[in-house]
T-cell receptor, first 113, second 113 residues
């Protein structure tokens, strides 16, 4: 069966520090991968998605970047965090089939102080 | 723009009563619609989806949803609510030609004992 791992679960970082959140998927090949951010326990905003290694699409220009160095690995990064980067970050994967649902990791609660 | 709307921020229901969480959509072409549930500080869990076929879709934990093309709605329902159903519920759509899901703003369901 397929599983998705996302870490860390919580993170407190000072303003101006770098960020690296990692997500890995097991049990499937060539998944579509996604990073979402959820603010204030409400709606989800799509940040990035990837359909293959090295292929990243950015939805919202901001202080973050994403990379996919391996087929089942998706990394969210920042060189210098801002206070506004605080939030709940969710990684997800889906099959290439457009009728398929997305499966989510457990999320990372990021607090920038 | 292709989107979903959840008109209610919160729904309150007594345990044992039927529940409905509303969702309307706006998409071009045939919609692919999804429902997810989120418990505090956790990722989203997939409940059910409508792709094609029967308008009544059955999903996990006794939930079902009714697709209504004329009313462009996809309401989530359960015949008898449980206190453990209390959570945040999201409706989502996969817009035509896109891989990532677009989510509604979420509805908080509170089931009182």
């Amino acid at each position: 069966s397929q599983t998705i791992h996302q870490w860390p679960a919580t993170l407190v970082q000072p303003v101006g520090s770098p960020l690296s959140l990692e997500c890995t998927v097991e049990g499937t090949s060539n998944p579509n991968l996604y990073w979402y951010r959820q603010a204030a326990g409400r709606g989800l905003q799509l940040l990035f998605y990837s359909v293959g290694i090295g292929q990243i699409s950015s939805e919202v220009p901001q202080n973050l970047s994403a990379s996919r160095p391996q087929d089942r690995q998706f990394i969210l990064s920042s060189k210098k965090l801002l206070l506004s980067d605080s939030g709940f970050y969710l990684c997800a994967w889906s099959l290439a089939d457009l009728t398929g649902e997305a499966f989510f990791g457990q999320g990372t609660r990021l607090t920038v102080v | 723009a292709q989107s979903v709307a959840q008109p209610e921020d919160q729904v309150n229901v007594a345990e044992g009563n039927p529940l409905t969480v509303k969702c309307t959509y706006s998409v071009s072409g045939n919609p692919y619609l999804f429902w997810y549930v989120q418990y505090p500080n956790r990722g989203l869990q997939f409940l059910l989806k409508y792709i094609t076929g029967d308008n009544l879709v059955k999903g996990s934990y006794g939930f079902e949803a009714e697709f209504n093309k004329s009313q462009t709605s996809f309401h989530l329902k359960k015949p008898s609510a449980l206190v453990s159903d209390s959570a945040l519920y999201f409706c989502a759509v996969r817009p035509t030609g896109r891989r990532a899901l677009t989510f509604g703003s979420g509805t908080r369901l509170q089931v009182q004992p």
